[in-house]
């Protein structure tokens, strides 16, 4: 019994203390350590089973090491109590100091939770300090830092009772000094598997060395290897033999330019981007013979620990049929694949380029500045002077003042600046600039959300006042169906190919010729007036008149248009049908001879 008068009790404890902790120091690795922990609480501290649980990365503690018992050993070594259940445990019961009791009458609602436990059942205690098979001891390990390390869980004390203030220092401070063997042990592995990593990845080290340098010589795509940083920024220090055959320049020759010689000049800043950050681009460059080939390059930054970025990594893959193949797919899918004209699709995009969602009020300011502007430079009686002026002028100012398309898409694209200035009639005076005092554009008064976009303006009536506008033709065929019906679809498609044709070869570069579906045809027209637009109308009409040869017989189509004006606040949809709903008019006001006839 540990009593006061008993000294030599504690002396020969505090001897056995001293044996299990030295034991402490000789485990070799973790497993053996903790190993070493529970046993020394068998042997040295009179407990008959003590575990070790561990916390882990995620925080739960799991049964590292247990001694006392093989079926209880079995039975819950290497199972898991979640964090949150092991601080409750740690709460409870009464505080020995760093230690943590939890007596049996309270213990019992721990019996349903989720720590690993192994316990049997037992009469209630004799006296006040005997142990009871339910009664728990906790001595938690905490690191250096604070931080928990585990928690040694004793049972079964030999004397059958509650230890006494000398046994429960003893296990105090052996689960002090078992904290810091635990941290030693750790420190240890981490260190040997720190230096098997090393020597691991020295190995792999030079296994890739060896393993780049085929994949680099080898490579069935073009690879580069480029100077990074200082005045020879970019030049080619190496390069395979796949680069050499794209670009049909041998190695020594190569070494000689940077990537920037090589690429399109409408891709150097695409390549400096890539340069500058790494990543991946599609560019051409170009080869020997003066042609340019697409190619897609992707750079890698090598960098080093101590000097920054030494080079750059680059990946050169041809991509010239694939670069083909989807401009052919574009093309399929935004023109009509009879005549290749716009479709409808291509149609709306266009149209609804130059179209924004304005309020009304901001379009009526915008006729209003016109007006003024125009009203500045003589009465609108002089404007339709020079309207007739223009239509005697055989093609009139339609045909006399095309302006530069400058890059317009497709063949007979529409670009929203294909038309940079306002389509004039000769003598007319200027339209007032946008950004001018009322008139929405960059810089101009009242501009607001608009300030980067031209809005398009319709003219106020049918009577040509000297504005300009985006002018939508709608075109139906008359009689085409009867020679669909009579000749076939044969004979039918070819009269819509030569039609396309037609339309096409009446309007500017600028302007679009859309396919709408079957017989219907839509033409977009920058920068006319109404007088402009109604003549455009009766040459495309004229046009398609002549008869049309196929197959050795001449048939004959007619041509209803409608003339709609494009208009900030409106759709494209509402635009369409607007012209649309004028072709109809236009179509019901003449006789059915005199439409076949044009």
């Known amino acids: 019994m540990e009593t006061e008068s008993e000294p030599y009790v504690r002396l020969a404890t505090l001897r056995q203390l001293h044996q299990v902790v030295a034991e402490l120091n000789t485990a070799r690795s973790l497993a053996d350590t903790l190993q070493t922990v529970v046993d020394g609480i068998v042997v040295g501290l009179g407990y008959e089973l003590a575990c070790v649980n561990l916390v882990r ?22 199972r898991v109590g979640s964090r949150a259940s092991w601080e409750r445990r740690l709460t409870m019961g009464e505080s020995w100091d760093g230690l943590r009791f939890i007596p049996h009458t309270e213990g019992w609602v721990l019996l349903e939770d989720d720590v690993p436990q192994w316990h049997t059942d037992g009469p209630d205690p004799r006296f006040a300090d005997e142990w009871h098979p339910e009664d728990r001891l906790y001595a938690p390990m905490y690191a250096s830092g604070g931080e928990l390390l585990g928690v040694i869980s004793v049972d079964r004390p030999r004397n059958g009772r509650r230890p006494g203030a000398w046994g429960r220092e003893a296990l105090q401070m052996y689960a002090f000094q078992a904290a810091i063997a635990i941290s030693n042990a750790r420190l240890r592995a981490n260190m040997q598997r720190a230096l098997v990593r090393l020597e691991r990845e020295q190995q792999a080290l030079r296994a890739s060395e060896e393993s780049f340098r085929q994949a680099f010589e080898y490579a069935p795509s073009g690879m580069a290897i480029a100077e990074m940083g200082g005045d020879q920024h970019g030049r080619l220090l190496r390069t395979n033999d796949a680069l050499c055959r794209l670009l049909g320049r041998p190695a020594s020759v190569l070494r000689r330019y940077s990537f920037s010689d090589l690429v399109h000049p409408e891709d150097i800043g695409t390549l400096l981007r890539t340069s500058a950050e790494g990543g991946r681009a599609e560019l051409r460059l170009g080869r020997r013979d003066g042609t340019y080939v697409w190619v897609s390059l992707r750079n890698s930054v090598v960098a080093d620990a101590a000097d920054g970025p030494r080079f750059l990594l680059t990946h050169v893959e041809d991509i010239e049929e694939r670069k083909r193949h989807e401009l052919q797919l574009a093309h399929r899918a935004s023109h009509d694949s009879l005549t290749g004209l716009p479709n409808s699709a291509e149609l709306r995009s266009r149209l609804g380029a130059r179209l924004c969602r304005r309020p009304q009020s901001v379009r009526a300011t915008a006729v209003e500045a016109l007006d003024a502007a125009y009203e500045g430079h003589g009465a609108h009686g002089a404007h339709g002077g020079h309207g007739a002026h223009a239509a005697q002028a055989g093609h009139g100012a339609y045909a006399g003042g095309a302006v530069e398309a400058g890059g317009a898409v497709g063949e007979h694209g529409f670009r929203p600046d294909a038309y940079p200035e306002p389509f004039e009639y000769p003598g007319a005076p200027a339209v007032p600039a946008p950004g001018a005092p009322g008139v929405p554009g960059p810089g101009g008064p009242g501009a607001g959300p608009y300030e980067h976009h031209v809005h398009a303006v319709a003219p106020a009536s049918d009577v040509d006042d000297g504005t300009k506008g985006l002018a939508v033709l709608f075109c139906d065929l008359d009689g085409f169906k009867s020679i669909n019906d009579r000749f076939g679809h044969h004979t039918g498609d070819a009269v819509l ?44 009409r004229n046009a398609i008149i002549p008869p049309i040869r196929v197959d050795g017989r001449a048939v004959r189509v007619g041509a209803s248009f409608g003339i709609g004006w494009a208009s900030c606040g409106m759709s494209a949809d509402e635009v369409l049908r607007s012209a649309d709903q004028r072709m109809y008019i236009e179509k019901r006001s003449r006789s059915k001879a005199h439409r076949r006839a044009g």
């Open 57 to 78: 990365p995620d925080g739960d503690l799991v049964v590292a090491a247990f001694a006392g018992d093989p079926a209880a050993e079995a039975l819950i070594t290497g």
């Open 497 to 540: 190919i030569e039609v396309a044709r037609r339309l096409t070869t009446g309007v500017r570069d600028g302007d679009t010729v859309a396919r709408l579906g079957g017989d219907e045809f839509v033409v977009l027209a920058d920068g006319l007036g109404a007088a402009d637009a109604a003549d455009l109308a009766v040459r495309l």
